[in-house]
């Protein structure tokens, strides 16, 4: 069955660094997303993207986050400059298009994202 | 501010019972609803969705909704000790790409 991959699984990472996340979606979905979860908190929306711009974005996603498609597979999301408060499981999800809806989204396993 | 509502458990039901999930949101534009199922440490798993008020069923499990008073449901037939995990309701607007999500529903199924 298809499914969304992330890379790496668990990142450490210095205050104040850059960090890439990296995701492969379902080959024939449109609609990518990163979500992220603070330990023991609900999941949160971060942005949403297709056809190679940005749909949507919560106020989360300031001008230290970005995404990129930098080829037909790979969907990033890079942090500029890291702060503890970034901690999270970082998701990614994709949908298929149904119609002029999108849908269901299907979660990756996530990344692990710790700032010490 | 978009809210949806859930009631953070732990909800305990015995093997082979109906366990009831409830999930309210506040806004009236919302058009999608969306169960996951999220064991601890793990991605949230679509369980199923429902965009029609009244009932939608996919094996043990249906999804309820009525929009009028923006509540909708999940019912786990002959709960399973596998069932265990966190219920995440999830909900989207009409030409929004976005998910707001409850903080979830821990359920217990107990052998």
């Known amino acids: 069955e298809p499914e969304v991959t992330q890379t790496p699984s668990h990142q450490v990472t210095q205050m104040g660094q850059e960090v890439i996340l990296r995701c492969v979606p379902i080959s024939n979905h449109l609609y990518f997303y990163w979500y992220r979860q603070i330990l023991g908190q609900k999941v949160e929306f971060l942005v949403s993207f297709y056809n190679n711009e940005i749909s949507e974005k919560s106020e989360i996603f300031d001008d230290q986050f970005s995404v990129e498609r930098p080829d037909g597979s790979n969907f990033t999301l890079k942090i500029r400059s890291t702060k503890l408060e970034d901690s999270a499981m970082y998701f990614c999800?994709?949908?298929?298009?149904?119609?002029?809806?999108?849908?269901?989204?299907?979660f990756g396993q996530g990344t692990r994202l710790t700032v010490v | 501010q978009k809210e949806v509502e859930q009631n953070s458990g732990p909800l305990s039901v015995p093997e082979g019972a109906i366990a009831s999930l409830n999930c309210t949101y506040s806004?009236?534009?919302?058009?999608?609803f969306f169960w996951y199922r999220q064991y601890s440490g793990k991605s949230p798993e679509l369980i199923m969705f429902?965009?029609?008020?009244g009932d939608k069923e996919d094996g043990r499990f249906t999804a309820q909704l009525n929009k009028a008073s923006q509540y909708v449901s999940l019912l786990i037939r002959d709960s399973q000790p596998s069932d265990s995990a966190t219920y995440l309701c999830a909900v989207k607007n009409a030409g929004s790409y976005q998910l707001t999500f409850g903080k979830g529903t821990k359920l217990s199924v107990i052998p």
């Open positions: 806004d009236r534009g919302s058009q999608s």
């Open positions: 429902i965009y029609s008020n």
């Open positions: 999800a994709s949908s298929p298009l149904r119609g002029r809806m999108n849908t269901e989204a299907f």
